[in-house]
């Protein structure tokens, strides 16, 4: 089996979930979805102006992952307004005839609040989850990214090499080395007002701390990231999509999905109710839940799937990408890169090189059936979007993947320090 075009049984699914910043979200099914989801921003409170540019990244993130068979729901803080959700459901509708046609893209208009720290974030992440579950009963993997976040394969390039991924793995860069960090991220206690109060972005700390608990062990993430999520079918992929210090961009299993949100045991309800008072709760719930849970642990890969550049120190957050780190993020197969700033001539580079796309319409697929011009969307038309025709990428994607699965060593290195 090449990597030629190749029949996908699976439709796909995908939300967008709170934040001043916007996000994405992805989910992937092995049944027959595949979902997107985009998903708040940790960043402190955004100016109009900024506000127009992030609704402006996140808008051609959309595009850059759109695919038929995926759901997508837009979802934006409540600190953009009630016409901003608007203009922003009109801008995705016209976006593409497919949209329309497929009705696989959704904006949310009750928000969620956009507290730049505390479990407002969190909060969002896991309404989107319930959202999913409750919609869609097909879907694989749960997927998270913001606006700051780019793909550097092609939707079929990724659902051909995840189609072969087992769907019990989940992929979560993390570590339990907290390190000087401890006294800000496990003890300090933090009240999210944006969780109680319509309309608050502010948060309260307590003037004391509370112990290192003992009846678990801490977890979080090792570098800056974002979210996003997929879903897939038997034989193919499908995703959803949903940044700090430790990273709460994860890419996590249906399974595992429900173990937190359905809750048949005591440990993700426990675990949330300490993190509701932590004040980055997004870099570590996921990862201390399922690094403490007997049935999940052993099937962690230690790695978040995204290309990152650092600065030497390391700061908070990676750098942003440009024209110097392009050989590096193609090279290394990663499938997402990040950070990227509004109209980087990067991502133009990603767009012509790697993607395809041109105009203002979705990166080409298989699926794609119209004349391909610089005056006509090719994707205005469409016939089999049970089809997905890898590139040379997915050869880079799929080593990538195998090398992660191989410095994994389940049950050796998984959830350990």
Same mark, same amino acid.
């Given at each position: 089996?090449?990597?030629?075009?190749?029949?996908?049984?699976?439709?796909?699914?995908?939300?967008?979930?709170?934040?001043?910043?916007?996000?994405?979200?992805?989910?992937?099914?092995?049944?027959?979805?595949?979902?997107?989801?985009?998903?708040?921003?940790?960043?402190?409170?955004?100016?109009?102006?900024?506000?127009?540019?992030?609704?402006?990244?996140?808008?051609?993130?959309?595009?850059?992952?759109?695919?038929?068979?995926?759901?997508?729901?837009?979802?934006?803080?409540?600190?953009?307004?009630?016409?901003?959700?608007?203009?922003?459901?009109?801008?995705?509708?016209?976006?593409?005839?497919?949209?329309?046609?497929?009705?696989?893209?959704?904006?949310?208009?009750?928000?969620?609040?956009?507290?730049?720290?505390?479990?407002?974030?969190?909060?969002?992440?896991?309404?989107?989850?319930?959202?999913?579950?409750?919609?869609?009963?097909?879907?694989?993997?749960?997927?998270?990214?913001?606006?700051?976040?780019?793909?550097?394969?092609?939707?079929?390039?990724?659902?051909?090499?995840?189609?072969?991924?087992?769907?019990?793995?989940?992929?979560?860069?993390?570590?339990?080395?907290?390190?000087?960090?401890?006294?800000?991220?496990?003890?300090?206690?933090?009240?999210?007002?944006?969780?109680?109060?319509?309309?608050?972005?502010?948060?309260?700390?307590?003037?004391?701390?509370?112990?290192?608990?003992?009846?678990?062990?801490?977890?979080?993430?090792?570098?800056?990231?974002?979210?996003?999520?997929?879903?897939?079918?038997?034989?193919?992929?499908?995703?959803?999509?949903?940044?700090?210090?430790?990273?709460?961009?994860?890419?996590?299993?249906?399974?595992?999905?429900?173990?937190?949100?359905?809750?048949?045991?005591?440990?993700?309800?426990?675990?949330?109710?300490?993190?509701?008072?932590?004040?980055?709760?997004?870099?570590? @719930?996921?990862?201390? #839940?399922?690094?403490?849970?007997?049935?999940? !642990?052993? %099937?962690?890969? *230690?790695?978040? /799937?995204?290309? $990152?550049?650092?600065?030497?120190?390391?700061?908070?957050?990676?750098?942003?990408?440009?024209?110097?780190? @392009?050989?590096?993020? #193609?090279?290394?197969?990663?499938?997402?890169? !990040?950070? %990227?700033?509004? *109209?980087?001539? /990067?991502?133009? $580079?990603?767009?012509?090189?790697?993607?395809?796309?041109?105009?203002?319409?979705?990166?080409?697929?298989?699926?794609?059936?119209?004349?391909?011009?610089?005056?006509?969307?090719?994707?205005?038309?469409?016939?089999?979007?049970?089809?997905?025709?890898?590139?040379?990428?997915?050869?880079?994607?799929?080593?990538?993947?195998?090398?992660?699965?191989?410095?994994?060593?389940?049950?050796?290195?998984?959830?350990?320090?």
């Amino acid at each position: 089996m090449g990597l030629n075009q190749w029949p996908t049984p699976w439709p796909t699914c995908h939300t967008l979930s709170p934040t001043t910043t916007p996000f994405l979200t992805h989910a992937a099914t092995k049944s027959r979805r595949d979902r997107r989801h985009l998903s708040p921003s940790p960043a402190s409170d955004l100016t109009a102006g900024e506000l127009t540019i992030a609704l402006s990244s996140l808008y051609m993130l959309l595009l850059a992952v759109y695919h038929p068979r995926n759901r997508y729901v837009l979802h934006l803080s409540a600190d953009a307004s009630d016409a901003e959700r608007r203009d922003l459901a009109a801008r995705v509708s016209t976006a593409t005839p497919a949209i329309g046609a497929f009705r696989n893209v959704a904006v949310v208009g009750v928000p969620t609040a956009g507290t730049p720290v505390g479990s407002s974030g969190l909060a969002g992440t896991l309404r989107a989850a319930a959202v999913l579950l409750r919609l869609h009963s097909d879907w694989d993997w749960f997927i998270t990214l913001n606006a700051a976040d780019y793909p550097v394969v092609t939707q079929d390039d990724l659902i051909y090499v995840l189609s072969n991924v087992s769907r019990q793995l989940n992929f979560v860069d993390h570590t339990s080395d907290v390190g000087q960090k401890e006294s800000d991220k496990v003890q300090s206690m933090i009240v999210d007002a944006g969780i109680y109060l319509a309309g608050r972005t502010n948060f309260f700390r307590a003037t004391e701390k509370r112990p290192t608990p003992d009846a678990f062990k801490f977890f979080t993430g090792i570098s800056c990231c974002l979210r996003l999520c997929f879903c897939w079918s038997d034989s193919l992929l499908t995703t959803i999509y949903v940044s700090f210090i430790g990273s709460p961009w994860v890419i996590l299993n249906r399974r595992f999905i429900e173990y937190c949100i359905l809750g048949w045991e005591n440990l993700p309800r426990i675990l949330l109710m300490y993190f509701n008072n932590v004040i980055l709760p997004q870099e570590g @719930y996921f990862h201390t #839940v399922i690094c403490n849970s007997l049935e999940f !642990r052993n %099937f962690t890969v *230690n790695n978040d /799937l995204r290309y $990152k550049a650092w600065d030497d120190p390391s700061q908070t957050e990676p750098v942003f990408l440009d024209m110097t780190h @392009y050989d590096k993020m #193609v090279d290394s197969g990663a499938p997402f890169a !990040r950070r %990227f700033r509004e *109209n980087e001539p /990067l991502l133009d $580079k990603i767009d012509g090189n790697i993607l395809g796309r041109w105009g203002q319409g979705p990166v080409p697929g298989a699926w794609c059936s119209g004349r391909k011009s610089w005056f006509s969307d090719p994707c205005s038309q469409w016939s089999d979007v049970n089809m997905v025709r890898p590139g040379p990428q997915a050869i880079k994607l799929r080593q990538y993947i195998n090398e992660s699965l191989e410095e994994a060593e389940f049950g050796s290195k998984s959830c350990k320090r």
